[in-house]
């Protein structure tokens, strides 16, 4: 099965920038829907971004609309999210998760492999 590695989280200050990555130890694109969750303290988790499979559709999560993107990197069988304009409210663990259904879905029980978590926080 597919291993889901994150890496770029950290500390940085509200207004900042990261950039999360997420490589896969095999093909995901044709293969797998990939996505973006956070979960913070006490919090459910939530769904951040998702990409289509095929690269055709990227949704982003209510709360990130605007200031976070997800990308992807077929070559190198990474995917990515740009996080902008951060906010002490997008503290969290930061997981990147692969669904190989077909039927594209944004919620965290659709997918079935995940990584180990980045944590990102964000001080006010």
């Known amino acids: 099965q597919v291993q889901l590695v994150e890496s770029g989280g950290g500390l940085v200050q509200a207004g900042g920038s990261l950039r999360l990555s997420c490589a896969a130890s095999?093909?995901?694109?044709?293969?797998?829907?990939m996505g973006w969750f956070r979960q913070a303290p006490g919090k459910e988790r939530e769904f951040v971004a998702a990409?289509?499979?095929?690269?055709?559709?990227?949704y982003n999560g209510d709360s990130v609309k605007g200031r976070f993107t997800m990308s992807s990197d077929n070559a190198k069988n990474t995917v990515y999210l740009q996080m902008n304009s951060l906010k002490p409210e997008d503290t969290a663990v930061y997981y990147c998760?692969?669904?190989?259904?077909?039927?594209?879905?944004?919620?965290?029980?659709?997918?079935?492999?995940w990584g180990q978590g980045t944590q990102v926080t964000v001080s006010s």
């Open positions: 998760a692969a669904d190989r259904a077909i039927i594209f879905r944004t919620t965290a029980g659709a997918y079935d492999h």
């Open positions: 095999e093909r995901t694109f044709n293969k797998y829907h």
């Open positions: 990409i289509r499979r095929d690269g055709g559709d990227i």
